[in-house]
């Protein structure tokens, strides 16, 4: 996916430029949509352990703070961490508080606010390593692990360490997890996350000297003056008023590198025991995770029944065209079929969420090109698997003896009523197998619309992991409703199929 | 002389791999008559059927039926409504295995003649009864026998009350037992009054206590034509004469 992004960013950004006055809307909405990528973990904004539903973290309160200032309501847009410029872009948010380093590469893009967090690079190596590794220097030669697109990664760079060295992965925990399992050697990370996520575990010790400071700042769209301005102020006022300093203090993250921004700490706030980060695998409240993973489930489930349908339908359909339609609209659908195909399905979630509303920007039209994720993702997941259903469809319409349209044409039936009367039905007996399997695969490949903040079972497993260190458990308890999800589909395709098969098909010889 | 109820002037037909299939066929079927068609298998007897059935758009002649032109060379669009008006029985059954018998044969009626429900059923069991297989209404063709299914196809074909009935060799897929069942069918439909009908066959015995006229098929080209006591006698044509494997 990362392959892909540089080529959104440049077509959302070419679009982007038509955006008018971003302050002017959010007033007149009276909402400040701002993004996140909620499966990023503590302590930014994640599901809290206790109850996966709410969503805490220390910038959860500089948003809701935030938009206070401004006059209107907080609403959290989540999406995958790596999609969010593309996302505000597309005008699905009006700015980002998620962890944004500010870098040149990323300016070149975005606008950024002043600073609301400073951070520094901390080494995190097994206890065991704790004498022999005390700094980069002492780790020539070892692979270190990182997170994706993260600050650590130009950091790890600049210091000279090879690119096969860096081992970069989409989730914050894995690093951590990853240097544990002795994988790699040791991990660079935020010293804040580091402290979080390897400050309680025996198995882990965090190399003492930080290095390469950086700050996060809230990101908005270049152009947005107004909108930056009005943000740069609130912040100032909670830098100086005290209230980015108890944030930061209620959430451990407070330290004196902080006072450098300006910060003021504020009145002495206790630390909150969520933001403690530690291992709570004897207190994880199934309960409450069991109802979220249903509700999850429910969702992968209407993502599924949903798009298998109208991809079986929409997919006889290309195939009739294929097989019989005038030429050049069957030239188009063949076309259709094969690009569908021949490109992977996260592309095309991601070009009809972040890419088809710049579009419309541009052409004049984004209400009619803006489309709710759900919507988006059962779109997707039908017009990619109807191209699936088509080569099916396409088969067991062939498989269809000639003498049956022979027949059929000798009693005058139409080519249409041949098709509707004779063919389809008894296609449609040859392919319910066929379809019933790509159900199955569907299933899971519903996940990919997670990328799109689309909280189906395997993003909310993970989230939920995350924030309560049980990655492991979590993804089990998800492959346990996967699994129930798929048998269900399993039986009812063989109900289907029996249904079909008590019509016994005629075993006939082609003779000439 | 009456119009015949199917007619075929100068037919001429080719494959791209077979090549030149028929070379001037003419047919002329006179109306609540057995017309046969024999000829060694390759002799176009098969095409020639095809055509009168108008499966096919031959590339130079005309056929009608019934007086009205429903092909002719320049024309190659083959009206549906005269289509149905022929009836066609082929070597194998090809019934439509998801429907039962009597799915089978009420469907044509249903859907193209738009016959309403009760009275496209009720075709459908004459039909079936006509053949002999009324106890098999119900029953899907992967039920039935070769000969059963044969019949209905027989029946299905009836259904739609064509002009001409074309039935292809109807008994060569069958083996000596089911052939006599198929032919007795057949032999009934034929010494009926009413109907017109086209057979192609090897069955000698067929032809004989049935047809009223014949056409003998060589390499494409009808070679004799006539009445059917026309075979009784030797040295008409010597391709016949080896056909029928007489000195």
């Known amino acids: ?512 | 002389m009456s119009t015949p109820a199917l007619e075929a002037i100068g037919i001429r037909k080719h494959w791209p791999r077979a090549g030149q299939v028929l070379d001037g066929c003419s047919v002329r079927v006179q109306p609540r008559t057995v017309h046969a068609l024999i000829g060694a298998s390759g002799s176009g007897k098969s095409t020639l059927l095809r055509c009168l059935a108008l499966l096919e758009a031959p590339d130079e002649g005309t056929i009608l039926v019934e007086g009205t032109t429903a092909v002719d060379g320049a024309l190659q669009r083959i009206d549906d409504r005269i289509r149905r008006s022929v009836g066609m029985v082929f070597q194998e059954p090809s019934l439509f295995p998801h429907l039962t018998a009597r799915g089978n044969v009420e469907l044509a009626p249903r859907r193209v003649l738009r016959v309403p429900p009760d009275e496209a059923r009720s075709r459908a069991s004459a039909a079936l009864d006509r053949v002999h297989a009324l106890h098999l209404t119900d029953r899907h063709p992967g039920d039935l026998s070769g000969g059963e299914r044969q019949r209905v196809a027989i029946a299905r074909a009836l259904a739609m009350q064509p002009t001409v009935l074309l039935c292809d060799e109807p008994t060569s897929a069958l083996d000596p037992m089911l052939t006599r069942e198929v032919t007795s069918v057949l032999r009934d439909l034929a010494l009926d009054a009413g109907t017109t009908m086209v057979v192609a066959t090897h069955d000698m015995d067929f032809v004989t206590a049935t047809a009223d006229s014949v056409d003998f098929l060589h390499a494409g080209r009808i070679r004799v034509s006539g009445p059917a006591d026309l075979l009784g006698r030797p040295g008409t044509d010597p391709e016949l004469d080896r056909f029928l494997r007489r000195p």
């Open chain 1, 1 to 512: 996916m990362p392959r892909v992004l540089p080529f959104l960013i440049a077509l959302a950004a070419a679009m982007a430029a038509t955006a008018d006055d971003g302050l002017a809307r959010l007033r007149a909405a009276g909402v400040m949509r701002w993004g996140c990528d909620i499966s990023g973990g503590a302590p930014f904004a994640f599901p809290d352990p206790a109850d996966p539903d709410r969503v805490i973290g220390f910038e959860v309160e500089i948003a809701e703070d935030l938009a206070r200032r401004l006059g209107v309501r907080a609403e959290r847009f989540s999406a995958d961490w790596l999609a969010l410029i593309d996302a505000m872009d597309a005008d699905r948010c009006d700015l980002l508080i998620n962890g944004f380093e500010i870098t040149p590469e990323r300016e070149r893009v975005v606008a950024f606010s002043t600073p609301y967090f400073r951070y520094a690079q901390q080494l995190v190596v097994r206890a065991e390593d704790r004498e022999r590794f005390t700094s980069l220097d002492t780790l020539r030669g070892s692979p270190i692990a990182v997170l994706n697109g993260s600050a650590s990664v130009a950091s790890l760079r600049s210091a000279g360490v090879a690119p096969e060295l860096i081992i970069e992965y989409d989730d914050s925990l894995a690093p951590f997890t990853e240097t544990v399992l002795g994988r790699v050697d040791a991990c660079l990370q935020e010293s804040f996350i580091a402290r979080f996520f390897a400050g309680q575990d025996p198995r882990l010790a965090l190399v003492e000297r930080t290095f390469d400071p950086g700050v996060y700042a809230i990101v908005t769209r270049r152009g947005d003056d107004a909108l930056l301005a009005e943000v740069n102020a609130a912040l100032e006022a909670m830098r100086t008023d005290g209230t980015l300093g108890r944030i930061l203090q209620r959430w451990g993250l407070w330290d004196d590198a902080q006072s450098a921004l300006g910060t003021q700490r504020g009145p002495i706030t206790p630390t909150i025991p969520e933001a403690i980060g530690a291992p709570a695998d004897e207190g994880l409240p199934w309960s409450l995770i069991l109802w979220s993973l249903t509700r999850a489930a429910a969702m992968t489930a209407v993502l599924t029944l949903v798009s298998m349908p109208i991809a079986t339908f929409a997919g006889l359909g290309l195939a009739l065209v294929i097989l019989h339609g005038p030429r050049p609209i069957s030239r188009i659908c063949h076309g259709y079929v094969l690009v569908t195909r021949g490109t992977p399905l996260l592309v095309q979630i991601f070009l009809l969420y972040y890419s088809l509303p710049a579009l419309g920007a541009w052409l004049g039209i984004p209400e009619l090109l803006t489309w709710n994720k759900v919507v988006v993702g059962i779109v997707c997941l039908a017009a990619n698997y109807a191209a699936y259903e088509a080569e099916i469809h396409r088969a067991a319409l062939q498989a269809i003896p000639p003498t049956q349209w022979d027949a059929a044409k000798a009693l005058g039936l139409t080519r249409w009523q041949t098709i509707r009367f004779i063919v389809v039905p008894q296609s449609w007996r040859l392919s319910l197998p066929a379809i019933i399997n790509d159900l199955n695969s569907l299933i899971k490949d519903s996940s990919l619309v997670s990328m799109i903040g689309v909280q189906e079972l395997l993003a909310v497993a993970l989230g939920i992991g995350k924030a309560s260190f049980a990655v492991p458990s979590m993804l089990v308890a998800a492959a346990a409703f996967y699994l129930a999800l798929s048998l269900l589909a399993d039986w009812c395709g063989q109900r289907l199929e029996r249904r079909a098969a008590a019509v016994r098909a005629l075993p006939e010889p082609i003779q000439r």
